[in-house]
């Protein structure tokens, strides 16, 4: 290991340190709620069918 | 527009190599960007002078209500899969695609899929770009100086081969440079679009654009119109790999999502459905044809340069987080190799391709179409593991951990569920729909190819990995099962 990777590697570990404990439960770090989840593939579903009925026009 | 790894956090470790920062996890302080400023990212990167060349090929299947709605949905069908497969998880985890695909694929499998579908991808967009640089200055050499040198002709290579050097120059200086350029490209590009619909307003009614025949079509309409579909479908799928280098730097799940999603599909509509009703005015799908006719010798030309400038741009920043990945996924083999070196060691088949422009041109959409098989696909697999198999949950620690030592090593580095899920997905996509051949099964008139792609590749990774590796606790697929759990000592072997 040179000092390149070691620099890395000190960098990697408190980056990770920082992530598990200062920002574990930060909202920038939240999982994607089933909510959130559900209305978007919905959203994308209604936009393909807005293309559908275009061609009826 | 502001390519990640760009931000002012980079500036006090300006000793920590750009590839190496590149693949860290980012910090909150270092995710700078509100809804706001990612939809504004997405806007700038849709409305590129591919969207036009996307809007003038459609219009050679389609008329312009079909294409309209062909666009729409294959848009929202390719984009919808893409941004779940990339961008929710690089926003949570402030970490580029390439790294995160490894509890999918193992760090070999990525390093396989990286070298294959993503390369050629890439390249196939780069040297299509400085195509159409050549192309454009001919256009402006015919006009001004009244020479007569065709599409195909050799000074169309070279400028592509000028547009290569220069894109290599630029991407060779790093992110910033590339943002800088990309701040006055995207507002011109802009103006561009605007422009054209103001002349197309002036110049065509409406009921011309709705009666206008497509220009080069199959005999029968249905698959005309499926196959328009299909190709957007692919194009929206085709921002894989930029679009987890981007999200990583947005500060929540809804300012990476729906910005994503809303900024690219309206930016691309827009851009697409101008240069379908240009083509379709004009009768030719090749932008470059298009801006002497509207412009006239003085401005035309003017904004032919000004494509082809904002064409070496658009290379430069698609081919970033290509060349970073590159990079990545070769272990110790290029990881010495000087960036400048690696950036021209990218360039050298879009070079190559540059000596058949025609051949490019002519197989645009098929190259498209099947980059899309095998993304596609990807994008199942990926869709799979992250939100059905592993709940939105990877081990950071273990993303880093060389070797036998992370849980993501499955075995020998590959993770056999990720690489036959995209194998069966591709094939039942070419199985559905042959791009080379056009022989189609009858599924392709209601499915489309990519979204049936996607799925095969979801459901056969969910079996596969399931069985391979879930069940035999390998993996970390059940938080806290996997026998090896990465411990800060053996990050340090990284």
Redesign the interface.
């Given at each position: 290991?040179d000092a390149?990777?070691a620099?890395?590697?000190t960098?990697?570990?408190s980056?990770?340190s920082?992530?598990?404990t200062i920002?574990r439960d930060?909202?920038?770090?939240?999982?994607?709620?089933g909510a959130?989840?559900s209305l978007?593939?919905g959203?994308?579903v209604v936009?393909?069918l807005?293309?559908?009925l275009?061609?009826s026009? | 527009m502001t390519i990640p790894g760009a931000s002012g956090a980079r500036s006090d470790r300006a000793q920590l190599d750009t590839a190496s920062l590149g693949s860290l996890p980012l910090l909150k302080k270092e995710r700078i960007w509100n809804a706001s400023d990612f939809t504004g990212v997405n806007v700038a990167l849709a409305i590129a002078t591919w969207a036009f060349l996307v809007g003038g090929f459609t219009a050679l299947l389609v008329g312009f209500q079909q294409g309209i709605a062909a666009m729409i949905i294959g848009n929202a069908i390719g984009l919808c899969f893409m941004v779940l497969a990339s961008v929710v998880s690089s926003q949570r985890y402030g970490i580029e695609q390439y790294t995160l695909l490894r509890p999918v694929f193992g760090v070999v499998g990525v390093g396989v899929l990286v070298f294959t579908v993503i390369l050629i991808t890439e390249m196939g967009w780069s040297s299509l770009l400085a195509i159409m640089v050549g192309r454009a200055v001919t256009q402006v050499s015919n006009s001004a100086f009244s020479t007569d040198f065709g599409p195909e002709s050799l000074l169309v290579t070279f400028f592509a081969l000028l547009a290569i050097a220069v894109s290599w120059w630029i991407l060779s200086r790093g992110p910033v440079t590339i943002g800088r350029f990309n701040k006055f490209i995207a507002p011109g590009l802009l103006i561009v679009t605007l422009f054209l619909m103001v002349y197309l307003v002036l110049n065509t009614s409406v009921d011309t654009l709705f009666t206008a025949a497509p220009l080069a079509p199959f005999e029968d309409d249905q698959l005309n119109f499926m196959l328009a579909v299909e190709f957007n479908a692919g194009v929206g799928v085709s921002w894989y790999p930029v679009m987890g280098s981007l999200a990583r730097l947005t500060r929540s799940p809804r300012a990476a999502l729906w910005p994503a999603y809303g900024g690219l599909l309206i930016a691309t509509l827009i851009a697409q459905i101008v240069g379908m009703a240009a083509a379709l005015t004009l009768g030719d799908s090749d932008p470059t044809v298009w801006m002497m006719p509207f412009g006239g010798p003085v401005l035309g030309a003017f904004i032919l340069l000004f494509i082809a400038f904002a064409n070496v741009t658009s290379s430069s920043s698609i081919v970033y987080s290509t060349v970073l990945a590159i990079r990545q996924a070769s272990g110790n083999l290029l990881s010495r190799v000087r960036w400048a070196w690696l950036c021209a060691g990218f360039f050298v088949l879009p070079a190559l391709l540059a000596f058949f422009p025609g051949f490019m041109y002519d197989k645009f959409m098929v190259f498209v179409t099947l980059s899309g098989a095998f993304l596609s696909a990807m994008c199942g697999a990926i869709i799979a593991d992250y939100f059905v198999l592993r709940r939105q949950r990877v081990s950071l620690r273990d993303l880093y951990v060389p070797g036998r030592a992370s849980a993501y090593h499955f075995n020998g580095g590959v993770n056999w569920a990720g690489m036959g899920a995209v194998l069966a997905g591709a094939a039942f996509y070419l199985w559905i729909y042959n791009p080379i051949t056009l022989e189609t099964h009858p599924l392709f008139s209601y499915t489309t190819a990519s979204l049936p792609a996607a799925v095969v590749g979801g459901v056969v990774y969910f079996v596969m990995a399931t069985l391979l590796y879930k069940r035999r606790n390998i993996g970390d697929f059940v938080a806290g099962t996997t026998a090896a759990g990465a411990s800060p000592a053996r990050i340090e072997q990284a």
């Open positions: 290991m390149a990777d620099n890395i590697a960098e990697l570990e980056r990770l920082i992530i598990d920002e930060d909202p920038s770090r939240r999982e994607l709620s959130d989840l978007f593939v959203v994308s936009i393909a807005l293309g559908i275009m061609l026009l | -």
